[in-house]
């Protein structure tokens, strides 16, 4: 079946940088697109940036403002979003998933604060 693991979430200070990762598996990671989500406290879930099947990317300018970078590493099924210069307002639980959507996988919980 479809699946998502999400890691390298961790406690950072400002201006600080993390990798998150995500292992899918259970379908062909070369046929989808791939998404990063988050939802902060008492937010609803929203899309960070994604990743189409051919390498093309595509971000929300007013979340990521230039400081995230997502990118697939196909020959291991895995997506990543390195991101840089990290702000107490991208604290978070970080989701992927792909296009089609499948179930939401734990999450990954990032935390900026000083």
């Known amino acids: 079946q479809v699946q998502f693991v999400e890691s390298g979430g961790d406690l950072v200070q400002p201006g600080g940088s993390l990798r998150l990762s995500c292992a899918a598996s259970g379908f062909s990671f070369t046929d989808r697109a791939m998404v990063w989500y988050r939802q902060a406290p008492g937010n609803q879930r929203e899309s960070v940036a994604s990743i189409t099947k051919e390498g093309t990317t595509y971000y929300t300018n007013r979340i990521a403002k230039g400081r995230f970078t997502i990118f697939r590493d196909s020959a291991n099924n895995t997506l990543y979003l390195q991101m840089d210069f990290l702000e107490p307002e991208d604290t978070a639980v970080y989701y992927c998933?792909?296009?089609?959507?499948?179930?939401w996988g734990q999450g990954t919980q990032v935390t900026v604060s000083s």
């Open positions: 998933n792909s296009l089609p959507r499948g179930p």
